[in-house]
């Protein structure tokens, strides 16, 4: 599965707004591995960590790691 992310991302942090760096994100997208069958139209629910995916590079730089989990 892959999920494509727009180009104009950021992260509010005390009222300051910051861009928010996505290696890859907005070309290539964010995969996620299934490793079982899927049936049509069957249902994934897909779990985004954002305490875990957001890390403060400085004072003024966030990137993005996504943690995403299927469940």
Same mark, same amino acid.
């Given at each position: 599965?892959?999920?494509i992310? =727009? %180009?104009? *991302?950021?992260?509010k942090? *005390?009222d300051?707004? /910051?861009?928010?760096?996505?290696?890859? =994100?907005?070309?290539?997208g964010?995969k996620?591995?299934?490793n &079982?069958p899927?049936e049509?139209? &069957?249902?994934?629910i897909v $779990? /985004? $960590?954002? =305490?875990l995916s957001? *890390? &403060?590079i %400085?004072s003024?730089t966030? !990137?993005? *790691?996504?943690?995403? !989990?299927l469940k």
């Amino acid at each position: 599965m892959r999920l494509i992310l =727009g %180009d104009s *991302n950021s992260i509010k942090v *005390n009222d300051t707004t /910051f861009p928010l760096s996505i290696p890859s =994100g907005a070309e290539s997208g964010l995969k996620i591995k299934v490793n &079982q069958p899927l049936e049509p139209f &069957q249902t994934l629910i897909v $779990d /985004f $960590d954002a =305490g875990l995916s957001v *890390n &403060q590079i %400085d004072s003024s730089t966030y !990137k993005l *790691n996504p943690v995403l !989990k299927l469940k």
